[in-house]
């Protein structure tokens, strides 16, 4: 199994990045899907996700700003970061999450770096 995430960066502050995160190895159809990210000195937070039904949740401090989604033919989750602030600097870490068995996988993280 594997979470292969990409499109972090650096990017101004008010600026958008858009996160893919592929993955190979498991029926991604049937997964909860997740960002969370970790910034120095925090726990990792959940930041958005997405359930095999298309239902989404998302941190208080991102909605409205971030959107997460889901192609199931392309195995890959999204999430597309908008208006990004300081504070949002993080290692950004894509999750898949099948409820029915417990299993779960976690990608390798890709910084995001919001600064002027």
């Known amino acids: 199994v594997q979470l292969v995430e990409s499109g972090g960066g650096l990017v101004q502050p008010g600026g958008s990045l858009r996160l893919s995160c592929a993955a190979s190895?498991?029926?991604?159809?049937?997964?909860?899907l997740g960002w969370y990210r970790q910034a120095p000195g925090n726990q990792r937070e959940l930041v958005a996700s997405i359930t095999p039904g298309g239902s989404t949740n998302y941190a208080d401090s991102v909605k409205g700003l971030f959107t997460i989604s889901r192609d199931n033919a392309k195995n890959t989750v999204y999430l597309q970061m908008n208006i990004l602030k300081p504070m949002d600097t993080a290692v950004y870490y894509c999750n898949a999450a099948n409820l029915r068995s417990g299993n779960e996988y976690w990608g390798q993280g890709t910084q995001v770096t919001v600064s002027s």
């Open positions: 190895g498991i029926i991604f159809s049937m997964y909860k």
